[in-house]
């Protein structure tokens, strides 16, 4: 039984006693069924806002979920075993100086792994060594080595 349907049944009960409305009790009764059927309406009116809303949050998550996947695509193709898929790590650049030019170039992770590159500003061969360690631990003794 709706809200409705009780606030309806509560006046049927009240019409059937045949209270007057002359009397105080028939006014005061009166006026609380009338306050429960204003009160009903009004819960009905929220009730069907209330669902209007969540069709529309629903329809807004969507579009939302759609942007996501449109933006972040790329991150779905990650390979790495991490937890936070930030991959990050693939796109550290470094700076090397050509000792010749002096220009700055900027290596990638891929680039490093080469032995060696030809700087692009001057031609000059660059050879990478990586022998050495570059830790700045003291444990491992490459200090020492110096």
């Known amino acids: 039984m709706t809200i409705g349907e009780k606030v309806s049944y509560i006046k049927g009960l009240a019409e059937g006693l045949g209270l007057e409305n002359d009397t105080k009790e ?6 609380i069924i009338d306050l429960l059927g204003d009160i009903s309406e009004e819960i009905d009116c929220i009730e069907e806002d209330y669902a209007e809303l969540c069709e529309q949050v629903d329809a807004v998550d969507e579009d939302l979920c759609a942007v996501e996947d449109f933006i972040y695509e790329d991150d779905d193709d990650c390979d790495c075993d991490c937890d936070c898929c930030d991959c990050e790590d693939d796109d550290d650049l470094y700076e090397v100086e050509c000792p010749k030019c002096h220009d700055i170039i900027y290596l ?14 001057c031609g000059t061969d660059l050879e990478f060594d990586f022998d050495g360690c570059d830790c700045d631990c003291c444990d491992c003794g490459c200090e020492d080595e110096e």
């Open 108 to 121: 990638d992770g891929e680039m490093l792994e080469e032995e060696g590159i030809t700087c692009p500003n």
């Open 26 to 31: 028939g006014k005061i009764l009166n006026a």
